[in-house]
């Protein structure tokens, strides 16, 4: 084995450690609601789900909104450290991070040991992003689960659109969210990103937040196009 390979192979068994012991003993600290972590943190399945299919675009820079417990946060760390990466890059984004979760997604970030690859921007999105831009900072993929408010994910996946490359993807938790699913229509519709159809069919479906009952698939991964064509307002799809 290559030295870099093993360096490699020991940053993705120590940030799977960490992610086990999340998974099933539970963060170190929790908001004082019953089954808070259950009910904000991504399941391990999903995360699981989600490491797979950002190594298997062979990412390397990630920007992720909403840090909370940091489940979806050491997924795409394991993903960032599986490969033989130059520059691997993580921006998390996270307002409330300190006062709400009393850092506690951070600390498991530190010591998975993925703040050599990660930053925290504690900022608002409507904040964060364009200081992102302002730098050239340019993503192979983003991951969205920030605020679940409509304008709030239109805006992270407006910003996204700058950021993310031309053919980059972006996924998204909460996708059968009327909200969620709302804001992400417009980017099917009007800006030609397309959604990849396999990556989260075997993650959480849920029937909750669909009027007709029907099963949905709780992350959805959309690909941008590779040219951006800025569209003329008369050519407006409803969405
Ligand atoms: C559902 S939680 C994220 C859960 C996380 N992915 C996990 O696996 O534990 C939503 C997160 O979005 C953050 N958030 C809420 N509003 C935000 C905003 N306007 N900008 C950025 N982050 C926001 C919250 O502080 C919270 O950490």
């Known amino acids: 084995m290559k030295l870099d390979n093993r360096k490699t192979d020991d940053r993705a068994i120590r940030v799977r450690e960490v992610r086990r012991e999340l998974a099933q003993g539970g963060p170190a600290r929790t908001r004082n609601f019953d089954g808070d972590f259950e009910y904000i943190t991504l399941p391990e399945r999903d995360c699981d789900l989600l490491r797979d299919c950002l190594v298997a675009e062979n990412v390397e820079s990630v920007v992720e909104v909403g840090l909370a417990y940091g489940s979806s946060a050491l997924a795409v760390g394991e993903a960032l450290v599986s490969r033989d990466h130059a520059n691997p890059q993580h921006v998390v984004i996270d307002p409330f991070q300190k006062d709400m979760w009393s850092n506690v997604g951070w600390d498991l970030l ?56 031309p053919g980059g993807l972006v996924i998204m938790d909460d996708a059968d969210k009327p909200s969620v699913r709302t804001a992400a ?50 050519d407006y799809l409803p969405f």
């Open 110 to 165: 530190c010591s998975a040991g993925l703040d050599q690859i990660a930053r925290l921007l504690p900022t608002l999105n409507s904040e964060a992003f364009p200081q992102l831009i302002a730098e050239g900072f340019v993503a192979d993929a983003g991951f969205v689960d920030g605020s679940h408010v409509f304008h709030e994910v239109f805006l992270d996946l407006y910003y996204l659109r700058k950021i993310v490359k």
């Open 185 to 234: 229509h417009y980017f099917e519709v009007n800006l030609g990103w397309t959604e990849l159809s396999d990556p989260f069919a075997d993650g959480t479906w849920r029937v909750d937040n669909d009027p007709n009952g029907a099963s949905l698939p709780r992350c959805r991964a959309f690909r941008l196009p590779d040219v951006f064509p800025e569209p003329r307002s008369r």
